[in-house]
């Protein structure tokens, strides 16, 4: 199982990244995905996640309205497009993968790991 997460970069605040995760050696689509960030000196936290198809969706309440999670499974990959950043969205941002189809917000849950994309807002 192989999760590449890439996208990540120096914005400006109030600008725009596109993060995307390339999900290999395992079956794409009967697993929920989910993007977490972890910031220096905290936590990891949820971010968005989307189920197998696409059709449902959840955020951090931190980032709806600004953030969208997509998926293509042709492509086996899932996509969080990230506008109107703000510093406090700065992070290493993980994406993950979790059998049965269903995304979540718990990040125990998922199974499968990416190394994480660098993301610095600046203000």
């Known amino acids: 199982v192989q999760l590449q997460a890439s996208g990540g970069g120096l914005v400006q605040a109030g600008g725009s990244l596109r993060l995307s995760c390339a999900a290999s050696?395992?079956?794409?689509?009967?697993?929920?995905m989910g993007w977490f960030r972890q910031a220096p000196g905290k936590e990891r936290e949820f971010v968005a996640c989307?189920?197998?198809?696409?059709?449902?969706?959840d955020y951090a309440d931190s980032v709806k309205g600004r953030f969208t999670i997509s998926r293509d499974n042709a492509k086996a990959r899932v996509y969080l497009q990230m506008n109107s950043l703000k510093p406090e969205d700065m992070g290493v941002y993980f994406c993950?993968?979790?059998?049965?189809?269903?995304?979540?917000?718990?990040?125990?849950?998922?199974?499968?790991w990416g190394q994480g994309t660098q993301v610095t807002v600046s203000s």
């Open positions: 993950a993968a979790r059998r049965g189809g269903l995304g979540s917000p718990d990040a125990r849950v998922y199974d499968y």
């Open positions: 989307v189920n197998w198809d696409g059709s449902n969706t």
């Open positions: 050696r395992f079956y794409f689509e009967s697993h929920g």
